[in-house]
């Protein structure tokens, strides 16, 4: 079909190779509603509903005139009364979601040809039902991520830490190469800058960085790429699939994620865990400590082109959301000569402190040693010194024998003779 639909051919080309390879398959059951409920001599190519679509503006007749999005209601209708051909829901029922998704890439291509849809209220309620609970996401914290990297092995931790870190698509992670680590990780300390990687889906350029933790998964991984010969750094994908000869699968990343979540305890309930929620878990974060413009630069959402600011500005916003996005903290290398002054001052305010202790210890021995040999003198040479007083004619009274105060005040000749006085 692409190769003589020149209109779709262009629709299809102008995504991303994730996107447009979702929407050629998700395209095919359009065609086949247009076949089957209005066949005509050749089949149905989005040329011909271009120039239908047009001939048909143009009339006065409303019910010709929108002829087209009556027929987008039918076919959504349709589509409840089949079965999905695309994996993983192969040979299941349509759900209201994925009707719902199918008629979006109907309006896409319409969109696309400049010739949009315009529903109305009750056309989109009907394109819109009530949906179900199995496509709302898990919230992601760092303590999950925590709890999930101790029951990683090397490539599962590389697949989670490194898509907590730089934020992007699950497409646009998988079709990584081993050049784009090689030839942009310079930087001396964390965050590592990626370089720019434009995304697949809106070919909006993106400027991720590898935190600390992230850096160290990578390096682990690059360790057991070399080890087993499929490192080469440059082309080939830091996660392939053998089976397809290209790049692991979102599938296969989901499931990774999934059964880390089952490992460590985590609670999941009717709620989805996919590698998108690691992009929301670092938009989280980064909506903590910059404003929209600023982070949307990192992840590669689309920004006003006046809203760009410079790499080193990048890396100043990310350094900042480290702090809730790793599990240890840590210490710039910027810092770290501070911090050695600083350890060197606290020495020496120590070793003064000590050499201050060492004295006081010196000085309290010797008044200990000096009060100790005054007390051994006295004990000494008291008996000789009451003696030779005595023979003197001196006497000394005991303060205990002093008798009770008079009047508050001691009889002055009931005082105690001091040393050297003589008795009348």
Sequence with gaps: MLSTDKMLKSWIESYGQGTAKTYSGSIKPFFEFLNETMPLDIPWTADRIYEDRKITQKMDDDAQKYKWEDLTVKYSNWLRTRKCRMPPYKGLPFSDNAVTAYCIVVRSLFSFMRVPLILNRPQKRALVKTGNIRNIPYHLTLNDIVAMKKQANTKERYILMVGKSIGLRVNDFLGLKQGQFEANLQDKEAPFSLGVIVTQKRRQPAYPFLDYEAYDAYLNWKQELQASNRWDGKDSYMLTNSRLLRHMTAQEANSILRKLAFKAGIRLGNLRLSFHCLRRFLCDQLSRVADANKWKQIVGKEIPESAY????????????????????????????????QLVAEQGKSLNLQKYELDYMKSTLQQLRMTTEEFMQATVKYLPELVKDMQTRGLTVQPLNAVEPLTNGKPKTDELPLRFGEHQD
């Design 309 to 340: 600011i410079s790499s080193d500005c990048v890396r100043e916003v990310y350094a900042k959301v480290m702090q809730f996005t790793c599990e240890e903290k840590m210490v710039p290398v910027g810092q770290v000569a501070d911090l050695e």
